[in-house]
Protein backbone atom coordinates (compact mmCIF):
# COMPACT_ATOMS: atom_id res chain seq x y z
CA UNK A 1 0.00 0.00 0.00
CA UNK A 2 2.84 2.30 0.94
CA UNK A 3 4.50 2.36 -3.08
CA UNK A 4 0.88 2.93 -4.26
CA UNK A 5 0.30 5.95 -2.03
CA UNK A 6 4.02 7.11 -2.41
CA UNK A 7 3.13 7.15 -6.13
CA UNK A 8 0.27 8.99 -6.02
CA UNK A 9 1.91 11.39 -3.91
CA UNK A 10 4.66 11.79 -6.62
CA UNK A 11 2.24 12.07 -9.40
CA UNK A 12 0.42 14.47 -7.56
CA UNK A 13 3.32 16.94 -7.41
CA UNK A 14 3.50 16.53 -11.11
CA UNK A 15 -0.02 16.79 -12.17
CA UNK A 16 -0.35 19.79 -9.82
CA UNK A 17 2.31 21.92 -11.93
CA UNK A 18 -0.62 21.62 -14.85
CA UNK A 19 -3.15 21.80 -13.91
CA UNK A 20 -5.25 25.36 -13.89
CA UNK A 21 -7.32 24.94 -10.51
CA UNK A 22 -5.15 25.94 -7.56
CA UNK A 23 -8.24 23.78 -5.38
CA UNK A 24 -6.23 20.33 -7.16
CA UNK A 25 -2.54 21.02 -6.80
CA UNK A 26 -0.28 20.52 -3.85
CA UNK A 27 1.65 23.47 -2.53
CA UNK A 28 5.48 23.11 -2.91
CA UNK A 29 6.33 22.54 -0.03
CA UNK A 30 10.21 21.54 0.77
CA UNK A 31 11.45 18.86 3.43
CA UNK A 32 14.75 19.36 5.36
CA UNK A 33 17.80 17.86 4.24
CA UNK A 34 19.96 16.11 5.84
CA UNK A 35 17.84 14.35 8.67
CA UNK A 36 19.04 12.79 11.52
CA UNK A 37 16.81 10.18 12.13
CA UNK A 38 18.41 9.10 15.51
CA UNK A 39 17.79 12.13 16.91
CA UNK A 40 14.57 12.55 15.74
CA UNK A 41 13.36 9.25 18.02
CA UNK A 42 11.76 9.64 21.43
CA UNK A 43 9.16 11.82 22.75
CA UNK A 44 6.86 14.66 21.21
CA UNK A 45 4.23 16.52 22.06
CA UNK A 46 1.43 17.33 19.64
CA UNK A 47 0.99 21.61 20.23
CA UNK A 48 -0.89 21.97 17.18
CA UNK A 49 -2.49 19.60 13.85
CA UNK A 50 -4.69 19.88 10.97
CA UNK A 51 -8.58 19.33 12.16
CA UNK A 52 -10.04 16.18 11.43
CA UNK A 53 -12.73 15.51 9.41
CA UNK A 54 -15.58 12.20 9.52
CA UNK A 55 -15.15 11.19 5.77
CA UNK A 56 -19.17 10.50 6.26
CA UNK A 57 -20.25 13.95 6.57
CA UNK A 58 -18.28 15.05 3.49
CA UNK A 59 -14.41 15.14 2.39
CA UNK A 60 -12.74 18.33 2.93
CA UNK A 61 -9.62 17.22 2.15
CA UNK A 62 -8.28 17.15 5.38
CA UNK A 63 -6.94 13.94 7.30
CA UNK A 64 -8.61 11.12 8.99
CA UNK A 65 -5.99 10.66 11.45
CA UNK A 66 -6.98 8.95 14.71
CA UNK A 67 -9.33 10.68 16.62
CA UNK A 68 -7.23 11.82 19.79
CA UNK A 69 -8.54 15.03 21.40
CA UNK A 70 -6.32 16.25 23.84
CA UNK A 71 -3.09 15.36 25.85
CA UNK A 72 -1.86 14.05 22.90
CA UNK A 73 2.05 12.63 22.71
CA UNK A 74 3.88 10.57 20.30
CA UNK A 75 6.85 8.52 20.53
CA UNK A 76 8.66 7.52 18.13
CA UNK A 77 11.68 3.96 18.59
CA UNK A 78 13.50 1.71 16.57
CA UNK A 79 12.27 -1.76 17.30
CA UNK A 80 14.53 -4.97 17.11
CA UNK A 81 13.95 -5.36 13.49
CA UNK A 82 14.14 -2.21 12.69
CA UNK A 83 10.92 -0.72 11.96
CA UNK A 84 10.55 2.71 13.21
CA UNK A 85 7.32 2.40 15.34
CA UNK A 86 5.22 5.36 16.96
CA UNK A 87 3.19 4.95 19.60
CA UNK A 88 0.30 8.19 19.85
CA UNK A 89 -0.83 8.47 23.41
CA UNK A 90 -3.89 10.65 24.14
CA UNK A 91 -7.66 11.22 25.54
CA UNK A 92 -10.55 10.69 22.75
CA UNK A 93 -13.67 12.32 23.38
CA UNK A 94 -14.96 10.68 25.74
CA UNK A 95 -12.25 11.56 27.91
CA UNK A 96 -10.36 7.88 27.33
CA UNK A 97 -6.89 7.39 27.72
CA UNK A 98 -6.13 5.70 24.30
CA UNK A 99 -2.66 4.46 22.68
CA UNK A 100 -2.80 4.13 19.01
CA UNK A 101 0.41 2.25 17.88
CA UNK A 102 1.61 2.09 14.26
CA UNK A 103 4.45 2.04 12.32
CA UNK A 104 6.83 5.03 9.82
CA UNK A 105 8.32 3.95 7.23
CA UNK A 106 11.06 6.19 5.45
CA UNK A 107 10.79 7.38 2.05
CA UNK A 108 13.83 5.56 0.00
CA UNK A 109 15.25 8.76 -1.95
CA UNK A 110 13.69 11.37 0.86
CA UNK A 111 14.74 10.19 4.52
CA UNK A 112 12.73 12.90 5.90
CA UNK A 113 9.75 11.66 4.26
CA UNK A 114 7.47 9.29 6.04
CA UNK A 115 4.60 6.53 5.46
CA UNK A 116 2.64 6.15 8.76
CA UNK A 117 0.28 3.33 9.17
CA UNK A 118 -1.99 3.10 12.32
CA UNK A 119 -3.59 -0.62 13.31
CA UNK A 120 -7.01 0.65 12.11
CA UNK A 121 -5.67 1.26 8.57
CA UNK A 122 -5.26 5.13 8.45
CA UNK A 123 -2.73 5.74 6.86
CA UNK A 124 -0.94 9.18 5.86
CA UNK A 125 1.94 10.42 4.47
CA UNK A 126 4.09 13.82 6.32
CA UNK A 127 7.19 14.82 5.52
CA UNK A 128 9.29 17.12 7.85
CA UNK A 129 10.15 20.74 7.20
CA UNK A 130 11.93 22.18 10.30
CA UNK A 131 12.94 20.53 12.88
CA UNK A 132 15.43 21.97 16.25
CA UNK A 133 15.66 18.19 17.28
CA UNK A 134 15.75 18.77 21.04
CA UNK A 135 12.97 21.73 20.64
CA UNK A 136 10.19 21.25 17.73
CA UNK A 137 9.36 19.97 14.35
CA UNK A 138 6.96 20.56 11.74
CA UNK A 139 5.56 18.32 9.40
CA UNK A 140 3.62 18.56 6.38
CA UNK A 141 1.99 16.07 3.84
CA UNK A 142 -0.52 16.67 0.78
CA UNK A 143 -1.25 14.17 -2.65
CA UNK A 144 -3.91 13.78 -4.45
CA UNK A 145 -6.09 11.28 -4.54
CA UNK A 146 -7.72 8.96 -7.16
CA UNK A 147 -11.60 11.53 -6.70
CA UNK A 148 -9.09 14.19 -7.90
CA UNK A 149 -8.85 15.78 -4.53
CA UNK A 150 -5.90 16.40 -2.32
CA UNK A 151 -5.54 15.15 1.04
CA UNK A 152 -3.51 17.49 3.59
CA UNK A 153 -2.03 16.81 7.18
CA UNK A 154 0.58 18.87 9.57
CA UNK A 155 1.61 18.48 12.73
CA UNK A 156 3.60 21.15 14.57
CA UNK A 157 5.27 19.48 17.44
CA UNK A 158 7.58 20.03 20.30
CA UNK A 159 9.68 18.28 22.89
CA UNK A 160 7.71 19.89 25.90
CA UNK A 161 3.98 20.25 25.90
CA UNK A 162 3.88 23.88 25.16
CA UNK A 163 5.96 25.69 22.71
CA UNK A 164 6.53 29.16 23.30
CA UNK A 165 3.58 31.46 20.60
CA UNK A 166 6.35 33.33 18.37
CA UNK A 167 7.84 29.93 17.93
CA UNK A 168 3.92 28.42 16.19
CA UNK A 169 3.27 31.46 14.42
CA UNK A 170 6.73 31.57 13.00
CA UNK A 171 6.20 27.38 11.84
CA UNK A 172 2.79 27.96 10.72
CA UNK A 173 4.01 31.06 8.56
CA UNK A 174 6.58 28.95 7.16
CA UNK A 175 3.12 26.88 6.02
CA UNK A 176 1.83 29.64 4.53
CA UNK A 177 4.30 30.99 2.95
CA UNK A 178 3.80 28.05 0.87
CA UNK A 179 0.05 28.86 0.73
CA UNK A 180 -1.05 26.38 2.90
CA UNK A 181 -4.28 27.13 4.43
CA UNK A 182 -3.13 27.34 8.39
CA UNK A 183 -6.50 27.89 9.55
CA UNK A 184 -6.70 24.25 9.36
CA UNK A 185 -4.86 23.89 12.37
CA UNK A 186 -6.26 23.69 16.05
CA UNK A 187 -4.16 23.81 18.89
CA UNK A 188 -4.32 20.63 21.34
CA UNK A 189 -4.86 20.95 24.98
CA UNK A 190 -2.49 20.06 27.71
CA UNK A 191 -3.86 21.10 31.07
CA UNK A 192 -2.61 19.99 34.28
CA UNK A 193 -5.08 16.87 33.90
CA UNK A 194 -2.86 15.79 31.33
CA UNK A 195 0.13 14.62 33.51
CA UNK A 196 -2.31 11.53 34.36
CA UNK A 197 -2.71 10.92 31.00
CA UNK A 198 0.24 8.67 30.48
CA UNK A 199 0.75 5.02 28.12
CA UNK A 200 1.05 2.93 30.93
CA UNK A 201 -2.92 3.88 31.99
CA UNK A 202 -3.96 3.87 28.86
CA UNK A 203 -6.41 0.81 26.43
CA UNK A 204 -3.92 0.38 23.56
CA UNK A 205 -5.25 -0.19 19.99
CA UNK A 206 -2.59 -2.07 17.46
CA UNK A 207 -2.24 -5.04 15.60
CA UNK A 208 0.13 -8.01 16.25
CA UNK A 209 2.06 -6.97 13.11
CA UNK A 210 3.05 -3.57 15.26
Known amino acids: ?3 QLLLLFLL ?3 IGSSVQDAAIRCPNVRIVSPFDLKQFLGTWYEIARFQV ?3 NLGSSGLTTRPRLSSCVRLNFLLTDE ?3 RVERTGLDAKNNTITQIGVAEQN ?3 NARFFFKYSDAVEEELGVVEVVYEE ?6 CYLTRTGHIKQDAWI ?3 DPELPRVTVDVLQGTLQSKRVDISNFRHVSHDEFCKNVLPENSTVVSDDEF
Not at 136 to 141: D, I, N, Q, S, V
Open 1 to 3: MAP
Open 12 to 14: GSL
Open 53 to 55: FDP
Open 82 to 84: GKL
Open 108 to 110: VHD
Open 136 to 141: HALLYG
Open 157 to 159: LGR
